[in-house]
């Protein structure tokens, strides 16, 4: 029998990310203990300490197994951390170097939403893709500048190490582990208990782009705000370098290094968003709604918004403006 364990530290887990990873797997174990005859998985809360208070003392967490007794696991799940990532962190060294030592025994790690921020800590993440909730993007990235953030994927899988979106995404990390160690039949027999979507692979309709500003490079803040201060028009790279006296390869280079996108990328992500917040709350076209973002091309301005959303402006302004949902362009 295989082992899961799932990490119970300190309070600072959010408690959904706990049960509902728990439920889901003992649905699993019982769905394949009835086609196969017995359960796959020995699904065990894991930590330092008896029990666990959650929410002032509402919800009490009774721990299955200190980790010092567990001597083999096969997959260990980080649940999702209440925002003081620096206190999780510093508080839980113990429960870090034991996920790190059993990763270089075998054990497959998952990360929910912040839980991330503990993973990344063990140094199990440098050189590797991540993900983590988009709201989280610019505090991780300051944090653990070795770490391939990637906030548009839903879910990474790389070397054994799984990582996931934001808040209750984790519920499609769950479904896609399931389908990794039991099967396909049971991931969707899971998908239909708990009617979760299967195959998502992305968080970026639910990405709201504010822009890295903690990088400290003063010019590149400067050239953000006049970026955000154009929207509607078509701003050349060569211009912007120029107009703060920077060469063009310098000025691109410090924009990605502060900002993690180039200045087109970044501008494309600030139109976009604008674009976003129009079609959430106007009954304007998708026409009207372009030429206010700087664009004339019809075909350009769908393929960006696609590539950042994931979706087409009418789909787009269907999920989120019912009432303009039905207007023709």
Known sequence: MKHL??????????????????????????????TNGKELFKIQLVGISKKVAFEDGLFTVKIDANISNISKTNLIVIPSLNHNYKKAEKGNKLLVEWIT???????????????????????????????????????????????????????????????????YSFLNLAIYLVEKYFDRKTAIYCSKIFQIEMDRNSQSAFAIFTGQKLHGDEMVIKAQAYIESKLDEKISVEDLSSKFAVGRRNFDRRFIKATGNTPLEYSQRVKIESAKKSFETSRKNINEVMYEVGYSDVKAFREVFRKITGMSPLEYRARYNKESAVQAW
């Open 5 to 34: 364990a799932i990490i119970v530290h300190g309070g600072q887990n959010n408690l959904s990310s706990i049960v509902g990873t728990h439920e889901i797997f003992t649905s699993a174990n019982k769905y394949w203990k009835n």
């Open 101 to 167: 030592e059993k990763y270089k025994e075998g054990a497959e790690i998952a990360s929910i939403c912040s839980g991330a921020f503990m993973l990344a800590s063990s140094g199990l993440l440098d050189g590797k893709t991540c993900s983590t909730h988009w709201a989280h993007a610019d505090a991780f990235r300051n944090q653990f500048p070795k770490v391939n953030l990637q906030t548009d994927k839903l879910i990474t899988d790389e070397n054994g190490i799984y990582t996931n979106g934001g808040a």
